[in-house]
């Protein structure tokens, strides 16, 4: 039962802040993906597009859950077990990392944080968040498969087991490029390791894998067409620049988590600026810190540059229309918090701090239990999605606009008329909102 207990307290914890989240609606990019995407309603349909889609096992998932019968409660289920299992799987991946001299305060806290902080509702309550989600998934069985392929010698969890769910997370998401790298960071932290020569033999599947992957990613019309929208965006050094700034922002949701947004308000930079010099300096100095601590083969150095390395698919060259989202920071965010778990662990170690420190760390999860199940219920309608925000970002166009729809679908006209009109207030020249109150004043002038 003692080997259980964490386990168990992982998985109740996400059964407890998550369980509000079952009252969640369908949202946003949910209609685009799930609701009016025929190609997830059946079985024939998504076997015909196949050969042309992307992302082929996250609509598997979609579309599992489309003809099984069971609804939302089925999205949300899937969603929330895949949390539950991601928690879990990362409190051995922190006990594998550190080996016997890590505590079970130092592997368990930081999933337990990863499990409770409202900065994973936009993974989880959000449906379509599940491509994180899922990815994650694959991508961490697939890192253990490997350590413990290493620990063992065994060729079938070297280069097969391993490399197939390698394949699996890719196919949830093209981000789970970076799972290679993640593999060289792991053996560098490694607390006993027989050598790079070793490691790069044990990895020689994966590394064959990202280089095929690769190709084909950039083969495949549907990812070539992804990419090339996403190069029509901005331009590369403006992109670099921008996501300093958005870097910075998710950084700041980890200590702010009361100020989540769906559609945060972020600006584009095309050139320096003074507002980027500190968090560029901050971006800097955790680097250093990160690479420093790697050496000594320190957890926090490791969780440091985890954390900057599940940022550079979305946070780094390659432009994207949305700057910075939650669902970013979603594996991302276990890097800091392992980093804030070695840290408490080594106050722990001092006469009389050990109690307080367990004190400490319990009322932060609780704390950040709470603030998820209130997260939560922003999900509960599309109208009180948008209401919130558009309350915190009230410079930003689209999320008036939005808020005008929801509105519209509610029959609240008068609001969604206002709303549409705030939208143009914010930026005259955005064609959506015009035309959205272009069709709501028709269809109010044929309803009389």
């Not at 990812?223 to 929208?229: H, I, M, S, T, V």
Request: charged share 15%; hydrophobic share 50%.
């Amino acid at each position: 039962m003692k080997r259980l207990s964490p386990l168990l307290l992982l998985a109740g914890a996400v059964a407890v802040v998550y369980l509000n989240s079952f009252r969640g609606v369908f949202q946003f990019d949910d209609y685009n993906v799930i609701v009016d995407n025929g190609g997830v309603h059946t079985w024939g349909a998504f076997l015909a597009g196949l050969p042309r889609g992307i992302r082929p096992l996250l609509k598997f998932t979609y579309t599992l859950n489309w003809t099984s019968g069971l609804g939302l409660f089925g999205f949300h289920l899937v969603n929330v077990g895949l949390h539950a299992a991601n928690a879990v799987m990362l409190f051995f991946l922190a006990s594998r990392i550190g080996g016997p001299s890590v505590s079970r305060f130092a592997a368990l806290l930081p999933a337990l944080l990863f499990a409770v902080h409202p900065v994973q509702t936009e993974a989880v309550t959000y449906i379509s968040g599940r491509s994180v989600s899922l990815m994650a998934f694959f991508y961490l069985g697939s890192i253990l498969a490997y350590l413990r392929g290493r620990e063992r010698g065994s060729p079938f969890l070297l280069y097969l087991a391993s490399p197939f769910l390698f394949l699996l997370a890719a196919a949830s998401k093209e981000v789970a490029l970076t799972l290679p790298f993640a593999l060289i960071l792991c053996e560098a932290a490694r607390r006993e390791r027989d050598g790079w020569k070793e490691a790069l033999r044990a990895q020689a599947v994966h590394w064959g894998l990202l280089a095929a992957l690769a190709v084909l990613f950039l083969a495949h019309a549907g990812y070539g067409r992804l990419l090339e929208a996403c190069f029509d965006i901005r331009g590369v050094a403006a992109n670099l620049l921008t996501q300093v700034h958005g870097i910075g922002y998710l950084l700041s949701r980890l200590v702010m988590p009361h100020a989540l947004n769906i559609d945060p308000d972020l600006p584009v930079f095309s050139g320096g600026s003074p507002v980027l010099l500190p968090e560029a300096l901050l971006l800097a100095a955790l680097l250093a810190a990160g690479s420093l601590g790697l050496k000594k083969r320190s957890l926090a150095g490791f969780g440091i540059l985890w954390f900057f390395l599940h940022l550079v698919p979305t946070n780094s060259f390659i432009p994207r229309l949305d700057v910075a989202n939650d669902r970013q920071l979603y594996l991302a965010s276990w890097g800091l918090f392992m980093a804030v778990a070695t840290g408490a662990d080594l106050l722990r170690e001092k006469r009389g701090a050990r109690r307080v420190t367990t004190a400490v760390a319990a009322v932060l999860v609780i704390a950040l239990g709470v603030l998820t199940v209130s997260r939560n219920t922003v999900y509960r309608s599309e109208v009180a999605l948008w209401e919130d925000s558009a309350r915190k970002a009230p410079g930003k166009a689209r999320a008036w606009n939005n808020l005008g729809y929801a509105y519209q679908q509610a029959g609240r006209i008068r609001d969604a008329e206002a709303a549409y009109l705030r939208a143009l207030q914010v930026d005259p020249g955005y064609a959506l909102a015009r035309g959205n109150l272009r069709g709501l004043k028709t269809r109010s002038d044929s309803a009389r």
